[in-house]
T-cell receptor
């Protein structure tokens, strides 16, 4: 079974600084996708960034980027120029390729942004 | 604003009540999902509908009954729930049910069982 591990239950960062959230996963599949979701206190799960396993290039979305190390099964999220609105619970998630596959979430990392 | 709309936002019900949660999306997505999320925990998948057919049921108790009347609408019918069923219920949709398709989530319904 696939598992996703987020080893940092809580993190904090100063406003305008950079922070990296860790995620590792375990799978024997070669076709899969990785996601970072953000869940602020407002409850909605918001997709932050997506990475296809077959792509070597790390995904980037504005201030958010990932460091995808396929051999190490590591998928960390870097947030640059942190803003107060980045404060939220961040979930790393894995999904096997193919149809009708479940999204497997890590336990989450709560990020606080200090003004 | 979310493109996946869930109603109601809050629901309090007794263990003998029957109620329904509603989820609607107008993005043309053909896969829809129900998740249960307890406080400070990640979401847990309950059901997946693909092209209006139930494709995944993660061993959910029969007191939860999903329904997909059309490609835009997903319901979750609740009956004889237990206090441990109190949680945030999230609906999501994706263009297809394939692994590459990102899921778009609604704001959730916070359910409290008395």
């Amino acid at each position: 079974a696939q598992t996703v591990t987020q080893s940092q239950p809580e993190m904090s960062v100063q406003e305008a600084e950079t922070v990296t959230l860790s995620c590792t996963y375990d799978t024997s599949e070669s076709d899969y996708y990785l996601f970072w979701y953000k869940q602020p206190p407002s409850r909605q799960m918001i997709l932050v960034i997506r990475q296809e396993a077959y792509k070597q290039q790390n995904a980037t979305e504005n201030r958010f980027s990932v460091n995808f190390q396929k051999a190490a099964k590591s998928f960390s999220l870097k947030i640059s120029d942190s803003q107060l609105g980045d404060a939220a619970m961040y979930f790393c998630a894995y999904r096997r390729g193919g149809g009708n596959t479940p999204l497997v979430f890590g336990k989450g990392t709560r990020l606080s942004v200090i003004a | 604003d979310t493109e996946v709309t869930q109603t109601p936002k809050h629901l309090v019900m007794g263990m003998t009540n029957k109620k329904s949660l509603k989820c609607e999306q107008h993005m043309g997505h053909r896969a829809m999902y129900w998740y249960k999320q307890k406080a400070k925990k990640p979401p847990e998948l309950m059901f997946v509908y693909s092209y209006e057919k139930l494709s995944i049921n993660e061993s959910v108790p029969s007191r939860f009954s999903p329904e997909c009347p059309n490609s835009s609408l997903l319901n979750l019918h609740l009956h004889a729930l237990q206090p441990e069923d109190s949680a945030l219920y999230l609906c999501a949709s994706s263009q297809g049910a394939g692994g590459s398709q990102p899921q778009h989530f609604g704001d959730g319904t916070r359910l409290s069982i008395l």
